[in-house]
């Protein structure tokens, strides 16, 4: 496979900033790798191309604040004098205030509600990362250039952080034209999870050419994220990751992400009496009859969108969905109602603004919408929990968006390890709603419509980046994650099925704290 090259480099300060790391504590240590939940049967492979994102430096912050950045409106519009023209009436708008400037972090830097450590934690901002800054304040235990205000009513130490010009990145960075921040890829192996070929993991390039024993044999059952593919005289491709370290490309096995996206409503809408619905089988056929005895009048591609007769008929051996004068004027197509997927409104959130944005997700037809008010704005298909194990059933009820993360690593549980092993790297666009419960993006199989994960909701990465930016805590540019908090909560999300009440569990104290420290902290590379 040839992959385009495409990286960046490490900010010359980096190197510098990273000789006043404080050594790793140990609970960070302890929570590099937390529990979390991801698809149950990883699919065929495929190609992927990404990019790298800014290196990072391999130590950890255990220091850094934030502040409160209230917006500011404009000012409003003067009276127009008499015999002139009224001005153009403009909306008022929020805008943000003013940065005082852009500092770049030299480590992982954590923003905390007040000027102090070991107050609550607002997000997280890892090393080669540009962020703004609002104000400096006055704090306490952080040399230098002391506390700063930044965004998300947090507060940052700016001893790991340095002056820099870059602006600030929305985080994933995703390349033009491809789906996912990174290469992803596994080493080759048989049904069973036996390595088909040891696959080698070096320290660098230097230490490949130089004969020196590897680092490690990359595992089974663990999907890795690389940065580039690069061509090395004696030893062929092989593949760099963020911490420059080298895995020949030879008896690598790579992903392609699913290329499947939803549905905008304001392009497509769904016409009146009809549901939106897409072909979840490589075996769904049209027929002009509703009956497994019409002749087939050909396939029907896999995750085609369609508009149905929300009603199945029964007969002919089967059920079946209508779609209306497919053929022409008052001539319909028929499909077997278990080849398709529907989307189908649920019970009204009585509680919600007309302004508000949440998201319904149905695990009956697995399929999602954004919602805002009572209204759907994007519906799509996703892939919920199997249910086929304990604890890998997502979790029916009312929820907040307690956390977002840009990208970060998953795997099973300590007691799953025998049964269920699996270890994902740099899964994007992660939103925690309920202990280890999250929706992200799968860039690992195309089965969306069907059961498949560990208990998370899986979306493909178009509609897991779509959903990431329509959802609340936002995430600042810069930033890796962000926690809800009173300014900025967390949108609401609904597990239901089908038309069935789902528990309000907006109040409920959340078991998961531990998860919410692991996604803070954790330290790539640890």
Known sequence: MSVPRVRTSRPAWLAALAGFALPLGPTAALLTLGPSCDEE?????????????????AAHADDELEVDADDVLLPPIAAAEPGEAPPATKPEVALRP??????GAGRTIIAYAAPRHGSDMRGRIDGGSTFAIYELVEGTDCPGEG???????????????IADERAPALQPLIPEGLLVPFIYAKPRADRHGNLLVEVPRFKSKFALTQGAEPLEILAANHQYAFVEEIQIPGHGKVMLDENEQVVPLDGLKFEKPSEFTGRELAVRPIPAGLAAAWVISREAVLRRQPSLKAAIEGPLEYHLALDVKPEPQRGGGARWLEIPEHFGPGESAW???????????????SDIRDDETWVDVDVGQQTLAV??????????????????KPNTAT???????????????????AEDAEDSPYHVEAVPWVQYFYRRFALHGAYWHDGFGHRKSHGCVNLSPRDARYVFEKTGPHLPP???????HGEHPGS????????EPSPDRRTEVDPGGDDEVLIARAEPGV
Not at 98 to 103: K, M, N, T
Not at 148 to 159: E, S, T
Not at 395 to 413: E, H, Q, S, T
Request: proline fraction near 7%; charge should be positive; aromatic fraction near 8%.
């Open 478 to 484: 810069g930033w890796m994650t962000a926690y809800e």
């Open 395 to 413: 979790p029916r009820g009312v929820y907040r968006i307690r956390n977002k993360l840009a990208y970060g690593p998953m795997r099973n549980r």
């Open 492 to 499: 609401v999300v609904r597990v239901r099925k089908g038309l």
């Open 371 to 388: 919602m805002r008010g009572q209204q759907p704005l994007f519906v799509t298909l996703v892939s919920s929990g199997t249910g086929h």
């Open 147 to 161: 506390w700063a205000r930044v965004d998300h009513q947090g507060f940052v130490c700016l001893k790991n952080a």
């Open 98 to 103: 003013l940065p005082l400037g852009i500092r």
């Open 41 to 57: 049967d990883v699919e065929d492979a495929y190609v992927a191309v990404p990019l790298p994102q800014a290196a990072r430096e």
């Open 335 to 349: 499909v077997e109602a278990d080849k398709l997927r529907l989307w189908v409104a649920g019970p009204a959130l």
